[in-house]
């Protein structure tokens, strides 16, 4: 069983993981047998060492690590079409085109609400909804990762939070919300995934993918075999969010593709109606079902509370992260709490679905609290490290980390942020999100959600 963030801290000393868990995540990890307990060497054989302290008071590193930054919100965009804008979210890294080798083009989320002190500005043919405050801002990257453009990719979208990326390089961002027109002063229904192309973002518009749901998205992942589309569900009060797949008409398609419709589906694990009960990590699943959703475009009733039949749907707090790795896909439930509904409580599951065997394994389970201010509760966004091993943006209680887990299944942080927006008294600090990392993975993009902040991290990366 997973021991408390103190215990770990106890066995691998000051420098040490600070998370708890259990189990492996052996396509990512090399086929790493699963552990009862976190790794206990030093950290240096794992991560990169302590964290460093900033003297800006930005980001704190390992030794021999470096940060720029590359935007922030209030600045001016150099497009001219406005301020940077705030709540930067998820993002995804693409390689330059051809002539463009040593160019990366970055899409970064804004996760506005009604209520933003910077908008995504309006453009002309990339607007959805003039009302919307959220959408997509795209840089591009030039060597040593010096901004060359950063403008608009989207606007007129809504609490845009996270998303992923196509197999053939755009941008699937999700609105994190489900208000109709008329609410908040919108024009026109939320809640929808829109394609964004990073290279030439008038080629994808701003056009929803309805046949994908409306409902509070968070991620999605891609399988690059199928062109399944798998989505997650941010959905914190009861009823909690839904595990979705997509069934493109069109799989593969390239852009627009994803606009000639499909199936939208719901994960169903017989007997098993919230997966906050599932404790223990290897708890396996074979041939869990996937549920036709009856009304994808919730126009009477919110997705997850439609009648899915007999047997009903599965159900889990707070689904963020999604990536795929190997030949599976992985997905985050950030946190699930009694108080609220969940059928028990947890600090972070990740989950793992092998479409080949139908299988759905709990693979690691992050645990108990004690000290909010070590890193290791509420995991979010996660990517793939240049070691093999993942990264994962931390989106909790007190001070927030990046942190790492490796091969051998070790836990280390990364980054540390030092933007305090609280006051001395109750100190809070900006979530970290969109960890992404630059085609040659020899940088690590992500954003401090506020301030807005977008930082490149380079560095000895092991590869």
């Known amino acids: 069983m997973s021991a408390t963030r103190r215990q770990v801290l106890g066995r691998t000393g000051a420098l040490g993981a600070s998370i708890a868990f259990t189990?492996?995540?052996?396509?990512?990890?090399?086929?790493?047998?699963?552990?009862?307990?976190?790794?206990?060497?030093?950290?240096?054989?794992?991560?990169?060492?302590?964290?460093?302290?900033?003297?800006?008071?930005?980001?704190?590193?390992?030794?021999?690590?470096?940060?720029?930054?590359?935007?922030?919100?209030?600045?001016?965009?150099?497009?001219?079409?406005?301020?940077?804008?705030?709540?930067?979210?998820?993002?995804?890294?693409?390689?330059?085109?051809?002539?463009?080798?040593?160019?990366?083009?970055?899409?970064?989320?804004?996760?506005?609400?009604?209520?933003?002190?910077?908008?995504?500005?309006?453009?002309?043919?990339?607007?959805?909804?003039?009302?919307?405050?959220?959408?997509?801002?795209?840089?591009?990257?030039?060597?040593?990762?010096?901004?060359?453009?950063?403008?608009?990719?989207?606007?007129?979208?809504?609490?845009?939070?996270?998303?992923?990326?196509?197999?053939?390089?755009?941008?699937?961002?999700?609105?994190?919300?489900?208000?109709?027109?008329?609410?908040?002063?919108?024009?026109?229904?939320?809640?929808?995934?829109?394609?964004?192309?990073?290279?030439?973002?008038?080629?994808?518009?701003?056009?929803?993918?309805?046949?994908?749901?409306?409902?509070?998205?968070?991620?999605?992942?891609?399988?690059?075999?199928?062109?399944?589309?798998?989505?997650?569900?941010?959905?914190?009060?009861?009823?909690?969010?839904?595990?979705?797949?997509?069934?493109?008409?069109?799989?593969?398609?390239?852009?627009?593709?994803?606009?000639?419709?499909?199936?939208?589906?719901?994960?169903?694990v017989p007997g098993v109606p919230d997966l906050s009960t599932i404790q223990e990590t290897g708890t396996t699943f074979d041939h869990v079902e996937w549920v036709d959703v009856p009304d994808p475009l919730a126009k009477e009733t919110p997705v997850r509370l439609q009648d899915f039949g007999r047997g009903g749907i599965t159900h889990a707090q707070k689904l963020e992260g999604c990536y795929w790795g190997g030949s599976s896909v992985y997905f985050v439930s950030s946190f699930a709490e009694s108080a609220d509904g969940s059928g028990a409580d947890h600090f972070g599951q990740i989950w793992r679905y092998d479409p080949d065997r139908r299988r759905l394994t709990l693979v690691i389970v992050f645990g108990p609290e004690t000290d909010v201010q070590l890193p290791g509760e509420s995991p979010d966004n996660i990517t793939l490290a240049p070691s093999g091993g993942l990264m994962v943006c931390e989106d909790g209680n007190g001070a927030q980390h990046v942190f790492g887990v490796t091969r051998r299944g070790e836990v280390y942080p990364m980054a540390r942020g030092r933007q305090n927006v609280g006051t001395p008294e109750k100190p809070e600090w900006g979530e970290f999100a969109g960890v992404t990392f630059a085609p040659d993975r020899r940088t690590m993009y992500v954003n401090c959600y506020t301030p807005g902040t977008t930082f490149a991290v380079t560095g000895p990366w092991r590869h």
């Open 23 to 268: 189990g492996s995540l052996p396509e990512l990890f090399a086929g790493t047998a699963a552990a009862a307990e976190p790794a206990s060497p030093p950290l240096d054989r794992g991560g990169y060492g302590p964290l460093v302290p900033d003297p800006d008071g930005l980001l704190d590193l390992p030794e021999g690590f470096r940060y720029r930054v590359l935007s922030r919100e209030g600045d001016d965009l150099r497009s001219g079409e406005g301020k940077v804008p705030s709540n930067c979210d998820g993002m995804a890294a693409f390689p330059g085109r051809a002539g463009g080798r040593d160019r990366t083009h970055l899409v970064r989320n804004h996760e506005n609400r009604p209520n933003a002190a910077f908008r995504v500005p309006a453009v002309r043919g990339l607007t959805y909804d003039p009302a919307g405050l959220g959408g997509c801002t795209a840089l591009e990257l030039g060597p040593g990762n010096r901004v060359l453009s950063e403008r608009v990719a989207i606007a007129g979208t809504a609490v845009n939070c996270a998303g992923g990326p196509t197999p053939w390089n755009t941008w699937l961002t999700c609105e994190e919300t489900e208000d109709r027109a008329g609410t908040n002063g919108y024009t026109k229904d939320h809640g929808f995934i829109f394609e964004v192309d990073p290279y030439d973002p008038r080629r994808t518009g701003a056009v929803p993918l309805t046949a994908m749901g409306r409902f509070q998205h968070e991620a999605i992942a891609v399988d690059p075999r199928s062109g399944v589309v798998y989505e997650t569900e941010d959905a914190f009060e009861w009823p909690f969010g839904l595990f979705y797949r997509f069934r493109p008409k069109r799989p593969l398609g390239g852009i627009g593709s994803l606009r000639a419709g499909g199936d939208l589906q719901a994960l169903r």
